[in-house]
């Protein structure tokens, strides 16, 4: 049986010079986590410089910790890595373009996916690479729509022209957003889709393990089609699934925690192996979500079929009460998790119902 396997991940700048994170390491192995992903490349730039990339690896190492690298590859829609922090840089790079919306609006901060911005990014992970990084892992923005039942991509004019090529006549963003086209519909969510996975398959070194990290209810609609990636990437992608309701309103209630388990039971019977399947068990803002609140959603993944708990909070870190949370219920947590069957996930039929 597949024994828990927690992950964490921090910033390799503040963890060389923030006593806060570096001194927190014993709390955290205490809790059982024993992989940290450092933070890498954000949207167009390093989130710290590689050499304290490369210190923050061997420190990690040294301690005894598996590490790995976890990119934000297209950049969110505003600050959703700490909206406390003003200094949080939310440009993206150099030469990359914005991504536009159905009604031709331009979405701040969010990045197309084009030849300059994949090459940019494959250089990126390159450089880790050659640190001796394994593991990738791309949050969650590695899609092209945003959160919502309707059929989304970025609509930007190099995109339309791109499509129009394709489908071989040209269409308007109303045309496919009003979706009474249903051929029109799957060809634009197969373009979306696929210039997913060609990143993946451009961004990912060779004999390295790649991760994308599937948005609430994510599917075909938002660019992310579960089925093409694993036929595309058989050996070397992981999968985050379920997401969304970070904090206590969002979570504890019934509608909201059925909502999550949803999400997670419909990915995790797309990706059909739930050893490659990975929680995310985020508190997001800072302190949204209780501690409490924070180990059931835990146990909730766990009665899903899940044992890699991802545990996210944006780039803020956790602080003692979370951690001596987690240290006082991981007996419990095991002991769930080595008695709970995985589940046997059937796939519902397709619906457009959000």
Known sequence: MMKLNFTYNVSPRRLLHDKTVSGSLDKMRRA???TIYLFGYFYGSFESEPEHIAKAKKVL??????TGIINVPLGHGGN???PTDPNVNLDIGNGWRMTMDSMGRYRLNTTCIDEV??????????IMYEMGF???FNDDDLRLGQWGPELQGCFCNYCMDEFYSIVGRKVTREDIVSMKDSELCEAWMSYQCEKIARFLLVTTPKGARNGIMVMHNGDRRHGIDIPLLRKLMPDNL???????HFDDNAFANKEGYESVERSIRRHMALVGDHSICYSETTCYPKNALSPENWIEKMKLEINCGLRNLYLMSGTWFFEDPYWDALERALPELVYLADTTAIPEYTLPEFTWVW
């Open 80 to 82: 959703a890595l700490d």
């Open 32 to 34: 059982g986590v024993k």
């Open 61 to 66: 190492e040294d301690e005894g910790f598996a």
């Open 238 to 244: 992981v999968f985050r699934v379920g997401e969304a």
């Open 117 to 126: 911005m994949m090459e940019d990014s494959k250089k990126a992970n390159l």
């Open 134 to 136: 394994r593991s990738f």
